[in-house]
């Protein structure tokens, strides 16, 4: 079936260094959604990509969507405390159901 | 305030028991959904529900059930069968492919 996987599991910083998480599909979405996980928390939506090579920023938090659509990463500068948490990927398959897929996950820690 | 709710917060299950997880929307979402996450997992879908009265199976179905009789509700049962319960138990709903709105979850323990 079909696999989103992210990269790394985990990642430690500095607080103050940067950080990215790679997402990869093993076929081609029609979006790209992300979501943030505090320890002990929900899900949050952060942003949806649609379109193929698009980038969308929110503060320090770059997002791109791949050109084939298989793909995805979010990039964070200067990593902040409040930054820690578990960031999921997902995206929707297109087919029938629309479901949508979400990856792996990846946890970060961030140390002052 | 629109959003989702689930309750309870936390729940606990003796060996041999059905129990029901509730979750409650008032953003007028169609779609709601149903994830199991266990320690340091990602989500695993369980149940779906595109529209009321009717509802999928998602990729760990067994040993759970739901009902769709109103748009605003989507409750859960854990039923004996299932074997492995304990996790945390995430609602959420949505409108078309927008992004999720999760509730904060159940935390289902087996005692």
């Known amino acids: 079936g079909q696999q989103v996987m992210q990269i790394p599991q985990y990642q430690h910083v500095q607080e103050g260094e940067d950080f990215t998480t790679y997402c990869n599909s093993s076929t081609t979405l029609s979006n790209i959604q992300w979501y943030k996980q505090r320890p002990g928390g929900h899900p949050v939506f952060l942003i949806q990509?649609?379109?193929?090579?698009e980038v969308k920023k929110q503060k320090r938090l770059t997002f791109q969507f791949g050109e084939a659509k298989k793909n995805s990463s979010l990039h964070i500068t200067a990593t902040q405390t409040t930054d820690v948490g578990t960031y999921f990927c997902?995206?929707?398959?297109?087919?029938?159901?629309?479901?949508?897929?979400f990856g792996t996950g990846t946890l970060l820690a961030v140390q002052p | 305030d629109g959003g989702i709710t689930q309750s309870p917060k936390y729940l606990f299950r003796k060996e041999g028991q059905n129990v029901t997880l509730s979750c409650e929307q008032n953003?007028?979402?169609?779609?709601m959904y149903w994830y199991r996450q266990d320690p340091g997992q990602g989500l695993r879908l369980i149940y779906y529900s595109q529209i009321v009265n009717d509802f999928q199976k998602g990729d760990i179905a067994e040993g759970y059930s739901v009902s769709r009789e109103k748009k605003e509700s989507f409750p859960l049962t854990v039923t004996s069968a299932q074997k492995n319960p304990t996790a945390f138990y995430l609602c959420?709903?949505?409108?078309?492919?927008?992004?999720?709105?999760f509730g904060s979850g159940t935390r289902l323990t087996v005692v």
């Open positions: 997902a995206g929707h398959d297109g087919g029938a159901t629309n479901k949508l897929i």
């Open positions: 990509l649609v379109k193929s090579g």
């Open positions: 959420a709903s949505t409108f078309g492919t927008y992004g999720y709105t």
């Open positions: 953003l007028n979402h169609d779609a």
